[in-house]
C-alpha cells in the first residue's frame, strides 16, 4: 500500500529553521507531483507548496514565498520543504500528500488543492515560540 511517512517537525524559535522530510513508498514517486499542506487548531488545511514529478516546476502560497523551499529527490523517493524565518503563525500540522493523477507525456503540472491529492503522510507538528 501507499505510504507516506513526515519528519522534521519540531519546537523552534520564530526566526528559526526547520527541514521536513517525507519518504514515500508503494508508488512510483517519480510520476507524481507532490505537496505540502498544513492545519492548525480550529482553521482547514491549508496549501504551502507543490512541486512537479520531475521537480521542474514549483509553487508555494504567498504566505511562505521567500521563505519556505520544496524540493525532492527521485532516487530517495522523498520530498522536502526547508522553512526558513519561521514565524508563530507557521504553527501546525505540516502533511505531506501525493498528487492522484501520474506524468503523461511528461507533461509539468502540479495542484494546490487539498482534492486533487489522495494520500497523504500522518502529519508532523511544527511549533514556533516567539
Known amino acids: 500500500q501507499v505510504q507516506l511517512v513526515e519528519s522534521g517537525g519540531g519546537l523552534v524559535q520564530a526566526g528559526g529553521s526547520l527541514r521536513l522530510s517525507c519518504a514515500v513508498s508503494?508508488?512510483?514517486?517519480?510520476?507524481?507531483?507532490m505537496g505540502w499542506f498544513r492545519q492548525a487548531p480550529g482553521k482547514e488545511r491549508e496549501f504551502v507548496a507543490a512541486?512537479?514529478?520531475?521537480?521542474?516546476?514549483?509553487y508555494s502560497a504567498d504566505s511562505v514565498k521567500g521563505r519556505f523551499t520544496i524540493s525532492r529527490d527521485n532516487a530517495k523517493n522523498t520530498v522536502y520543504l526547508q522553512m526558513n524565518s519561521l514565524k508563530p503563525e507557521d504553527t501546525a500540522v505540516y502533511y505531506c500528500?501525493?498528487?492522484?493523477?501520474?506524468?503523461?507525456?511528461?507533461?509539468?503540472?502540479?495542484?494546490?488543492?487539498?482534492?486533487?491529492?489522495?494520500?497523504w503522510g500522518q502529519g508532523t507538528q511544527v511549533t514556533v515560540s516567539s
Open positions: 508503494g508508488r512510483t514517486f517519480s510520476s507524481y507531483a
Open positions: 500528500a501525493s498528487d492522484r493523477r501520474a506524468v503523461h507525456h511528461g507533461a509539468e503540472f502540479l495542484s494546490w488543492t487539498v482534492a486533487e491529492y489522495d494520500y
Open positions: 512541486i512537479s514529478w520531475s521537480g521542474g516546476m514549483t
